[in-house]
């Protein structure tokens, strides 16, 4: 069943592989159909893979090989709620291991260029509790940080 509303990803050719690397590291996440032109195009051929439905957990997502003309950016982002450090570790990892690239802040970028913001619970827990300080605290220590460090962010919090 087609989603009433999808998040349609622009890829150079690459949806497939970006779709099955999604698939394999977040949780909730799968490959669907895979749909192949039914003639030439632009930037590509009859019979090339066109779009690739999938989801990012649970987010249903179309992937579309569109060709070289737009580029993935920091305007879009997933952001990913981690429970621990572990499951901090273990996503930026693997996006940053897998020919993506590290950021500011918790944010990285995975190979095709998408932007992910890789925040723990307790990062989020901090901005938003009622302690302005402790808040303040959290922020200023995550400014100094790429991967988001729960311990440091946990240690700022309590001052």
Known sequence: MISKNTVCLWYDGTALDAAQFYAKTFPDSTVGAVHRAPSDFPSGK????LTV???????????????????????????????DQAETDRLWNAIVGNGGQESACG?????????????????????????????????????????????????????
């Open 53 to 83: 439905e999938f989801t990012v957990m649970g987010i249903p997502c179309l992937g579309l090989n569109g060709g070289p003309a737009f580029k993935h950016n920091e305007a879009f982002s997933f952001q990913v709620a981690t429970d």
């Open 46 to 49: 009859q019979g090339d893979v």
């Open 107 to 159: 944010w990285c970028k995975d190979k095709w260029g998408l932007s992910w913001q890789i925040t723990p619970r307790v990062l989020t827990e901090a901005f938003t509790g009622p302690d302005r300080a402790a808040a303040k605290r959290a922020f200023e220590a995550m400014m100094q940080m790429t991967k988001i460090d729960v311990a440091a962010i946990e240690a700022a919090r309590r001052g």
